[in-house]
Protein backbone atom coordinates (compact mmCIF):
# COMPACT_ATOMS: atom_id res chain seq x y z
CA UNK A 1 0.00 0.00 0.00
CA UNK A 2 1.31 3.38 -0.95
CA UNK A 3 1.24 6.80 0.56
CA UNK A 4 -2.81 7.54 1.24
CA UNK A 5 -4.27 4.89 -0.11
CA UNK A 6 -7.25 3.14 1.62
CA UNK A 7 -7.29 -0.46 3.16
CA UNK A 8 -10.78 -1.52 2.12
CA UNK A 9 -11.98 -4.71 3.39
CA UNK A 10 -11.93 -6.62 -0.09
CA UNK A 11 -7.78 -5.72 0.53
CA UNK A 12 -8.41 -7.39 3.92
CA UNK A 13 -10.10 -10.40 2.25
CA UNK A 14 -7.61 -10.50 -0.73
CA UNK A 15 -4.64 -10.48 1.65
CA UNK A 16 -5.77 -13.57 4.26
CA UNK A 17 -6.52 -15.50 1.30
CA UNK A 18 -3.22 -14.75 -0.58
CA UNK A 19 -1.38 -15.29 3.48
CA UNK A 20 -3.84 -18.17 4.29
CA UNK A 21 -4.62 -20.03 1.23
CA UNK A 22 -8.55 -20.43 2.00
CA UNK A 23 -11.02 -19.26 -0.67
CA UNK A 24 -11.81 -15.86 -1.63
CA UNK A 25 -15.49 -16.67 0.16
CA UNK A 26 -13.97 -18.06 3.06
CA UNK A 27 -11.83 -15.45 3.74
CA UNK A 28 -14.36 -12.80 3.18
CA UNK A 29 -16.46 -14.64 5.59
CA UNK A 30 -13.54 -14.70 8.33
CA UNK A 31 -12.96 -10.79 7.95
CA UNK A 32 -16.96 -9.93 8.23
CA UNK A 33 -17.54 -12.39 11.33
CA UNK A 34 -14.03 -10.58 12.85
CA UNK A 35 -15.41 -7.40 12.14
CA UNK A 36 -19.01 -8.57 13.12
CA UNK A 37 -17.46 -9.37 16.61
CA UNK A 38 -15.59 -6.22 17.71
CA UNK A 39 -19.10 -4.14 16.49
CA UNK A 40 -21.16 -6.52 19.01
CA UNK A 41 -19.01 -6.04 21.47
CA UNK A 42 -18.85 -2.55 21.29
CA UNK A 43 -22.57 -2.37 21.23
CA UNK A 44 -22.86 -4.07 24.11
CA UNK A 45 -20.18 -1.51 25.91
CA UNK A 46 -17.24 -3.71 25.90
CA UNK A 47 -13.77 -2.86 25.66
CA UNK A 48 -11.73 -4.52 22.96
CA UNK A 49 -8.38 -5.16 23.49
CA UNK A 50 -6.02 -6.55 20.29
CA UNK A 51 -2.77 -7.06 21.42
CA UNK A 52 -0.09 -5.47 19.84
CA UNK A 53 -2.88 -3.33 17.87
CA UNK A 54 -4.94 -1.21 20.23
CA UNK A 55 -8.25 -0.71 22.23
CA UNK A 56 -11.27 -0.24 21.40
CA UNK A 57 -13.78 1.48 24.10
CA UNK A 58 -17.42 3.14 23.93
CA UNK A 59 -17.37 6.10 26.23
CA UNK A 60 -20.72 7.90 27.39
CA UNK A 61 -20.62 11.79 26.86
CA UNK A 62 -22.69 14.12 28.75
CA UNK A 63 -25.26 16.22 27.31
CA UNK A 64 -23.49 20.30 27.11
CA UNK A 65 -23.89 23.69 25.33
CA UNK A 66 -21.74 23.82 22.43
CA UNK A 67 -22.10 26.86 19.40
CA UNK A 68 -23.23 26.69 15.67
CA UNK A 69 -20.19 27.02 14.04
CA UNK A 70 -21.55 28.93 10.89
CA UNK A 71 -23.63 31.55 13.38
CA UNK A 72 -22.35 31.29 16.26
CA UNK A 73 -25.22 30.46 18.21
CA UNK A 74 -25.36 28.43 21.60
CA UNK A 75 -26.47 24.96 20.72
CA UNK A 76 -27.47 21.89 23.26
CA UNK A 77 -25.47 18.82 22.14
CA UNK A 78 -27.15 15.46 23.46
CA UNK A 79 -25.51 12.91 25.39
CA UNK A 80 -24.33 9.99 23.61
CA UNK A 81 -22.11 7.22 22.95
CA UNK A 82 -18.57 7.92 21.26
CA UNK A 83 -16.35 4.93 20.00
CA UNK A 84 -12.27 5.92 21.05
CA UNK A 85 -9.61 3.93 19.50
CA UNK A 86 -6.23 4.16 21.68
CA UNK A 87 -3.35 2.56 19.59
CA UNK A 88 -1.14 -0.30 21.11
CA UNK A 89 2.73 0.88 21.91
CA UNK A 90 3.73 -1.52 19.42
CA UNK A 91 1.70 -0.43 17.05
CA UNK A 92 3.05 3.82 17.76
CA UNK A 93 6.44 2.58 16.92
CA UNK A 94 5.95 0.77 14.15
CA UNK A 95 3.81 3.92 12.48
CA UNK A 96 6.72 6.22 13.90
CA UNK A 97 9.78 4.37 12.71
CA UNK A 98 7.71 2.98 9.28
CA UNK A 99 9.30 4.74 6.02
CA UNK A 100 8.19 8.24 4.66
CA UNK A 101 6.77 9.14 8.77
CA UNK A 102 9.50 11.91 8.93
Do not use: Y
Request: contains cysteine.
Amino acid sequence: MGLHQTLTRADLCESVHEDVGLSRQECAGLVERTLELIVDSLERGETVKLSGFGVFQVREKRARMGRNPKTGEPAAINPRRVISFRASQIMKGRVHDAPGSD
